[in-house]
């Protein structure tokens, strides 16, 4: 049993030896399947990428409500631009995350006319200036991460390698720059309030950038609780609902939270970068043929990729 997430270079996976290719793939899959989180280290994406997201979204987040709340767009679920504090919560709890994040959204939507109105435009606010070309940036570069991390997963399924490609083209994959406010009223936390309550993931896999602080924490199967740390060079990876589903939880999307700081540290924020990586909203969710066996029958109803996210944002409150 893991007492923390593996370490894995994406380097043996792309340019590696058939060998190294082939214990990564291996690597990944038992990772996936028995705690559903990993550490990736040569993922694409630069110090300085890294460092420019993160310093235009700390300038935006330090912005008085009332200019933040002008990018918050009524009737996007969230889905595009500012989401205030305490109006997410976690699925079947009723005391809100102690957050607030903004949204990024696939720039490059499909052609087809039924799959439109679930791809909203981005909004971008006019300060800071440059949100949207570093934003864009680290997208389609967590993007093209994610693709191959998707094609080492379909190897490890037993499927072609590229079985995920055209399902992710054009995704409807989310960038989230999450401000874990100070907090200062202990009477939530009496209440019950942390930053981000116990949940799954809704999507296929999800990428995250290196959080500014400590908080977060995984779900083992024993029932214990283990932190997640990461080196600098690296970004956590984890499995999703729709992931988890799809194979029939042959791969797990692990429970996971972001405890609140120790008391000294109450007053001091936490920024964090997660890549959200949905497919396009008419992909098939049922569960492939080959996670279903007598010792694993099927668990889940078939469902689209699209229906299942409406499903869950009104769960967490985002969409009513």
Same mark, same amino acid.
């Given at each position: 049993?893991?007492?923390?997430?593996?370490?894995?270079?994406?380097?043996?996976?792309?340019?590696?030896?058939?060998?190294?290719?082939?214990?990564?793939?291996?690597?990944?899959?038992?990772?996936?399947?028995?705690?559903?989180?990993?550490?990736?280290?040569?993922?694409? =994406? $630069?110090? /300085?990428?890294?460092?420019k997201l993160y310093d235009v979204f700390k300038k935006f987040f330090a912005m008085d409500d009332a200019y933040k709340s002008t990018c918050e767009i009524p009737g996007l679920a969230g889905q595009r631009g500012y989401t205030g504090k305490r109006k997410e919560h976690a699925k079947g709890q009723?005391? *809100?995350? =102690?957050?607030?994040?903004?949204?990024?959204?696939?720039?490059?939507?499909?052609?087809?006319?039924?799959?439109?109105? &679930?791809?909203?435009?981005?909004?971008?606010?006019?300060?800071?200036?440059?949100?949207?070309?570093?934003?864009?940036?680290?997208?389609?570069?967590?993007?093209?991460? +994610?693709?191959?991390?998707?094609?080492?997963?379909?190897?490890?399924?037993?499927?072609?390698?590229?079985?995920?490609?055209?399902?992710?083209?054009?995704?409807?994959?989310? =960038?989230?720059?999450?401000?874990?406010?100070?907090?200062?009223?202990? &009477?939530?936390?009496?209440? +019950?309030?942390?930053?981000? +309550?116990?949940?799954?993931?809704?999507?296929?896999?999800?990428?995250?950038?290196?959080?500014? *602080?400590?908080? =977060? /924490?995984?779900?083992?199967?024993?029932?214990?609780?283990? *932190?997640?740390?990461?080196?600098?060079?690296?970004?956590?990876?984890?499995?999703?609902?729709?992931?988890?589903?799809? $194979?029939?939880?042959?791969?797990?999307? $692990?429970?996971?939270?972001?405890?609140?700081?120790?008391?000294?540290?109450?007053?001091?924020?936490?920024?964090?970068?997660?890549?959200?990586?949905?497919?396009?909203?008419?992909?098939?969710?049922?569960?492939?043929?080959?996670?279903?066996?007598?010792?694993?029958?099927?668990?889940?109803?078939?469902? $689209?990729?699209? *229906?299942?996210?409406?499903?869950?944002?009104?769960?967490? +409150?985002?969409?009513?």
């Amino acid at each position: 049993m893991f007492d923390a997430i593996p370490s894995l270079d994406l380097h043996d996976f792309i340019h590696g030896t058939q060998d190294s290719k082939a214990k990564f793939v291996a690597d990944l899959g038992k990772a996936f399947h028995e705690i559903g989180f990993v550490a990736i280290k040569n993922h694409g =994406l $630069t110090d /300085e990428q890294t460092k420019k997201l993160y310093d235009v979204f700390k300038k935006f987040f330090a912005m008085d409500d009332a200019y933040k709340s002008t990018c918050e767009i009524p009737g996007l679920a969230g889905q595009r631009g500012y989401t205030g504090k305490r109006k997410e919560h976690a699925k079947g709890q009723n005391v *809100a995350d =102690l957050k607030e994040f903004y949204q990024i959204g696939q720039p490059d939507k499909p052609k087809e006319a039924h799959l439109q109105k &679930e791809y909203p435009d981005n909004v971008w606010p006019s300060n800071p200036k440059d949100m949207d070309t570093i934003s864009l940036e680290v997208y389609k570069t967590l993007e093209n991460t +994610g693709i191959q991390l998707l094609r080492a997963i379909a190897i490890y399924l037993r499927l072609e390698d590229h079985y995920f490609d055209a399902k992710v083209l054009q995704g409807n994959s989310i =960038l989230r720059a999450i401000h874990y406010f100070p907090i200062l009223d202990i &009477e939530e936390i009496k209440k +019950g309030a942390i930053r981000a +309550g116990e949940h799954e993931d809704i999507n296929l896999i999800t990428l995250l950038m290196g959080a500014s *602080a400590d908080g =977060l /924490e995984i779900l083992r199967n024993d029932g214990k609780w283990i *932190a997640v740390t990461s080196l600098p060079e690296q970004i956590v990876v984890n499995v999703g609902d729709m992931l988890s589903r799809l $194979t029939n939880d042959t791969l797990k999307s $692990t429970t996971h939270r972001v405890v609140n700081p120790k008391n000294e540290k109450l007053g001091t924020s936490r920024f964090s970068m997660p890549f959200f990586m949905h497919p396009r909203a008419d992909m098939d969710l049922s569960c492939l043929p080959g996670c279903v066996t007598v010792q694993n029958p099927k668990k889940y109803t078939d469902i $689209t990729a699209g *229906a299942f996210l409406d499903q869950r944002l009104r769960e967490i +409150g985002l969409k009513k």
